[in-house]
């Protein structure tokens, strides 16, 4: 039972890894206050789902999965290439509504408020993923993967133009950098990401439904993110793990699951309050948040 569990926050801290890694390309790399990172989240998991519920592979369930994300984002970043601070933090806040609305309303398709449940674990070349432990193994093979490729676009020349253009946007066109493609790479491959991310997490709870990607589950991604630092890859890593177990020791006190929801948002909303005012790079950051 002891096992199970610790697998379980294994598999978590993947999921939160590569959701949190992707959302720093586009805020933490190329300086694009993103709150619309769950709908891609979101979007991934419904079409991973549905792959898998009408009965096709898992390589391309969650390929398309990344895709359909992929091109969610590059639909977002095209819609805000024109916004900038607080604006595109609006604009992208108002398409993660419009995407929760579109899995509350499209009922046939979603199954609305009610959800999708059944969702078929993983299998891949003969290999079944349904157990904890082999669910953990692939989670984790995929999140190596994840941050190796974000590694490497961060340390390329493309990474380099993307934090110029967070640096000055305006420099950076001036130079002849491209930014408006630049910012649509930047968005794509974060959706992409995130869609991944979704994939893994609708196989592994094997029920979703639109509750699971509102704005108030990005709660923590930010808190991670910016407590992690801004452009920081190591600081995303060690601040998943400290964010993921920081409220587990509530179990242990006895309280019950529906209060530890609220409590644990509680907790990353005063610690990214308490970051923001007293340290805005975060530990590991390269820049302030703005």
């Not at 993921?244 to 019950?256: K, Y």
Request: net charge positive; proline share 4%.
């Amino acid at each position: 039972m002891i096992e199970i569990y610790f697998l379980h926050l294994g598999i978590l801290l993947g999921i939160y890894l590569i959701l949190s890694l992707s959302l720093q390309i586009t805020f933490g790399y190329t300086g694009l206050i993103n709150f619309g990172h769950m709908a891609f989240f979101g979007v991934g998991a419904y079409v991973s789902a549905l792959l898998m519920i009408s009965g096709l592979p898992f390589i391309i369930a969650i390929s398309l999965a990344g895709v359909l994300s992929a091109l969610t984002g590059f639909l977002l970043a095209t819609l805000t290439n024109k916004l900038r601070g607080d604006y595109l933090a609006l604009a992208t806040l108002g398409f993660s509504f419009v995407v929760y609305n579109i899995f509350i309303n499209w009922r046939p398709l979603t199954g609305g408020a009610l959800g999708l449940s059944g969702i078929p674990a993983p299998s891949l070349l003969g290999l079944d993923f349904s157990s904890s432990y082999s669910f953990f193994v692939l989670i984790a093979i995929i999140t190596l993967l994840v941050y190796f490729l974000i590694k490497k676009l961060v340390d390329s020349p493309l990474g380099k133009v993307m934090e110029a253009i967070r640096d000055n946007e305006m420099a950076t066109n001036v130079l002849g950098k491209n930014t408006f493609k630049i910012k649509i790479i930047s968005f794509s491959v974060s959706a992409f990401f995130a869609g991944i991310a979704g994939s893994m997490y609708a196989h592994y709870i094997t029920f979703i439904d639109p509750s699971s990607f509102t704005v108030m589950q990005l709660i923590p991604i930010i808190t991670i993110v910016i407590i992690g630092g801004l452009a920081s890859l190591k600081g995303t890593i060690i601040a998943t793990i400290v964010l993921v177990l920081l409220p587990e020791p509530l179990r242990l006190i006895g309280f019950s699951n529906s209060l530890i929801g609220p409590i644990r948002h509680g907790i990353y909303a005063i610690i990214l309050l308490l970051i923001l005012i007293y340290k805005p790079k975060g530990f590991f950051g390269k820049v302030e948040l703005e």
